[in-house]
């Protein structure tokens, strides 16, 4: 029999190249049939629909698993309604091309004001380093080439199978990127209970996808609607050998604790999520982060998340009851004055599509309403 299995852990290379998989070859045709549409190109085509009229489904995770060729369809769809551009724009959504997955991701404020106070302590900090004089003057330009990348896509070939020919693509809803790099060194993933499972895939693609080079994947979990309960979890890269063979594996460094309790009352206020310097930057930059006094690092306390979350949850509360401060409704004698049409929208393809549609219900009455019963039970 064998002998047990021996696995060592190896510093990380200090850096890796990889290439972007080829686009489409304009050989592959896209369906030309899009009369009959399957029900997941009919349930996304629905949501997208929804949101550009202003009304966005209740379910922040929304999983739509595709047929194959479904994705294309959907495309051409976007695109006749004058859709694609507004999608690209305003929606958020992953899409994994092995799976056939689209995951559409819709916020609420609660979601949106805490991971922003998360961000904004995290830049406050990256900010003190950049204005830091009595250091490694090399520490505060390091700090300065790091921004913000917000919510913006992130494309991860590491894991694209060859016949796929797409990455996947992810939008998290933060990140944060070395100005030269490919990609961010820290990704933050907040999420409610639809989107908690798939936590863990989703740090596994980031971190796989990316081939080591986001180096830090945080969740955290605030799930308010069934309990208070509200917790931490990180991940990051683990290089080794095992049986003589160099893997690239993730490891979990922390699995879902509490800062608040299922009950609402704060937990683990000693504990903390810690950053370094390093973190943020590419693996080929980090070598200048190799020792303590170069590489500051960051810890936001388990207490100022459970005070953001409270803010975020209150903040909610009034805006969905509508009696914050402000006018509740226009002066007595004041009308809404809205602009003309332009000649461009007129005559977009969306607005082109919604006149004919309604030419075509104006017809189908009028034809409905010269019809006598006789005439309609003889056809």
């Not at 592959?28 to 009304?55: F, H, M, N, W």
């Not at 990140?175 to 820290?186: E, Q, R, T």
């Not at 999520?273 to 960051?298: A, G, I, K, M, W």
Request: glycine letters at 6%.
């Amino acid at each position: 029999m064998p002998g047990p299995s021996r696995r060592t852990s190896t510093p990380p290379p200090s850096a890796h190249t990889t290439s972007l998989p080829s686009p489409p070859d304009s050989s592959e045709k896209t369906p030309k049939d899009t009369t009959r549409l399957s029900s997941p190109v009919i349930q996304a085509l629905e949501v997208i629909r929804a949101c550009r009229r202003g009304y966005p489904p209740d379910n922040q995770w929304i999983k739509i698993c595709f047929l194959p060729g479904d994705y294309e369809i959907l495309q051409q769809h976007l695109r006749e309604e004058d859709l694609w551009g507004y999608v690209e724009d305003k929606i958020r959504y992953d899409w994994n091309p092995q799976t056939r997955e689209l995951i559409y991701r819709m916020t609420t404020p609660v979601h949106d004001v805490f991971t922003a106070r998360v961000v904004e302590e995290i830049l406050l900090w990256i900010n003190s380093i950049r204005n830091c004089t009595d250091i490694d003057p090399r520490i505060p330009a390091l700090a300065s080439s790091i921004i913000h990348r917000s919510t913006s896509r992130i494309f991860l070939p590491g894991d694209t199978v060859d016949d796929t020919k797409a990455s996947p693509k992810r939008s998290p809803d933060a990140a944060f990127i070395h100005i030269n790099a490919n990609f961010p060194g820290v990704v933050i993933e907040t999420s409610f209970s639809q989107k908690r499972k798939d936590l863990p895939k989703l740090a596994e693609d980031y971190i796989l996808g990316s081939i080591g080079n986001i180096a830090v994947v945080i969740g955290l979990d605030i799930e308010y609607r069934k309990t208070k309960q509200a917790t931490f979890s990180m991940w990051r890269p683990e290089w080794g050998v095992e049986d003589g063979v160099p893997f690239l594996g993730v490891k979990q460094i922390a699995d879902s604790e509490d800062f608040r309790t299922e009950e609402g009352a704060q937990a683990n206020a000693l504990k903390s999520v810690t950053l370094s310097l390093s973190d943020f930057l590419p693996p080929s930059v980090r070598t200048t982060t190799d020792e303590p006094t170069t590489n500051p690092s960051l810890s936001i306390s388990f207490t100022k998340l459970f005070g953001w979350l409270g803010l975020s949850e209150a903040h909610h509360q009034v805006t969905e009851s509508r009696t914050g401060e402000g006018l509740k409704c226009l002066p007595a004698g004041v009308v809404l004055r809205k602009r003309a049409m332009t000649l461009e929208e007129m005559l977009s393809p969306g607005t082109e599509r919604r006149f004919r549609e309604l030419e075509e219900q104006a017809e189908e009455r009028v034809m409905g309403g010269m019809m006598s019963p006789t005439d309609m039970g003889g056809r």
